[in-house]
């Protein structure tokens, strides 16, 4: 039976005076030693081979301590839920108000979301409902563009994933990132057509595009550059 890998190990790597925290982790499934940004997590990963010797692999981080300072300086703020913060829902700023005396869960007013019950509790209950806000709008998105493929879609799920927004599997089941409630509904509309296209074709090809584009209720660039430039941001929200 091979060893199994040690439990992540925080250290830390000097450069220009400062000391950068790092996530130092054996794998047993790498290669090579390599450096990689965790967004979710607010981290850097450096991965390293079960029988690579550690001063090795510290060498190699030392030598890269100009890429950790500088993404570790471009990790956007973590932005938790707590009562006076601002999120999105489908794009639209809210400001969350805790309501600790009233009853119910979490409801809408006008600029703001208000959340019932114990402090302790906010976090979560916001999440459940910002949860079945998505599955409430994004549902029905989906059954539509895939009635126009004639295809069937197996089911819809969400998940909080850290690398793709979306996914198709082979069986016709969706999945989506939760965290697509806080993006514009052009942003949403996009990404089911692009998951909706992979029930034809599971590729990236010039007829998956085509098809994805058709699927489309607008362009497909605006949405491409939004997810571009504030896709790290979406994986704060909630941190």
């Not at 029905?140 to 563009?145: D, F, N, S, T």
Request: with cysteine.
């Amino acid at each position: 039976m091979p060893p199994s890998p040690p439990e992540p190990e925080q250290i830390s790597i000097l450069h220009a005076d400062a000391a950068l925290p790092v996530t130092f982790v054996r794998s047993v499934r790498a290669r090579r030693v390599s450096l990689r940004v965790d967004t979710k997590h607010r981290r850097i990963l450096l991965t390293v081979p079960l029988r690579m010797s550690r001063d090795l692999a510290l060498r190699f981080a030392h030598v890269q301590g100009g890429w950790i300072a500088a993404r570790l300086k471009r990790l956007p703020p973590a932005r938790p839920f707590h009562d006076g913060a601002e999120v999105p829902v489908f794009g639209v700023p809210h400001r969350i108000r805790h309501r600790p005396d009233a009853r119910g869960t979490v409801w809408l007013e006008p600029g703001e979301i208000h959340v019932a019950g114990r402090p302790e509790h906010l976090p979560r209950r916001l999440r459940d409902w910002l949860t079945a806000e998505l599955r409430r709008r994004l549902v029905p998105l989906v059954q539509a563009k895939a009635e126009r493929v004639q295809r069937r879609v197996a089911r819809v799920g969400l998940r909080d994933g850290r690398s793709r927004w979306g996914s198709c599997g082979p069986d016709g089941g969706l999945s989506f990132s939760w965290r697509l409630v806080f993006a514009p509904p052009e942003v949403l509309d996009y990404l089911v057509a692009h998951e909706v296209a992979h029930l034809v074709h599971m590729n990236h090809g010039p007829r998956f595009w085509a098809q994805a584009r058709a699927l489309c209720e607008g362009p497909m660039e605006p949405p491409q550059a939004w997810l571009k430039a504030n896709g790290e941001a979406l994986l704060q929200y909630g941190a």
